[in-house]
């Protein structure tokens, strides 16, 4: 691609089952530094280095992923940078609810997150889950702003999975005792045969 050509290479780590095998690229321009963990790339600014964590399509909707892809990032500030093409899905709401599962790592990782589609719906997120500059479907559009960057881990990128492992098993031991308390006991005989009473004639 010549001398201005990709410099850094990110493999699509999560693939869906008959789905999409691409692979995210960082510009020259950019200016990547490093690559580590799960896809990270250290990027200069004028504040100093920060991390990008890349995400391609539908990676965002794997927990798994993108805990990974922010505890990569190590104690440097970092924002998690979703990419994708929703052409494929047309005017459905599919672009809007891939949108929507970005604004929820937004705020479940406290990482801002540049989400940006080829054909819509694109957006700047801070990590309050707050989307700016959101561009239409099927509109050309070039988003420019400024968003914080954070390095502190939130709870749910330290505890991971385990509050849902806690609360399954929770609600199968619930199911469990509730099914045993309403088995119902089995009566018990002595074996002795019972006299049935005799009826008197009617005189």
Request: with cysteine; aromatic share 4%.
């Amino acid at each position: 691609m010549g001398g201005g050509g990709p410099r850094v290479r990110k493999e699509k780590i999560g693939i869906i089952q008959g789905g999409p095998h691409r692979a995210g690229v960082f510009p020259q321009g950019l200016g990547p530094a490093r690559v580590r963990g799960a896809g990270g790339a250290g990027v200069p600014a004028v504040t100093g280095e920060y991390v990008a964590l890349p995400t391609i399509c539908f990676e965002v909707a794997y927990d798994g992923l993108m805990r990974d892809s922010v505890r990569a990032a190590g104690g440097d500030e970092s924002l998690l940078v979703v990419q994708t093409n929703n052409a494929t899905f047309g005017y459905t709401d599919e672009s809007v609810q891939q949108l929507a599962i970005s604004r929820i790592r937004a705020m479940e990782h406290g990482r801002s997150v540049v989400h940006v589609s080829t054909v819509g719906v694109s957006g700047l997120i801070t990590p309050d889950g707050t989307v700016h500059q959101p561009s239409a479907l099927f509109t050309q559009a070039v988003l420019s702003g400024e968003l914080p960057l954070r390095s502190v881990r939130t709870l749910a990128t330290m505890v991971g999975p385990w509050p849902e492992y806690a609360a399954c098993l929770g609600f199968t031991v619930v199911v469990l005792l509730s099914g045993l308390r309403r088995r119902p006991r089995r009566q018990t005989t002595t074996g002795i045969p019972t006299e049935q009473p005799t009826k008197e004639p009617h005189r």
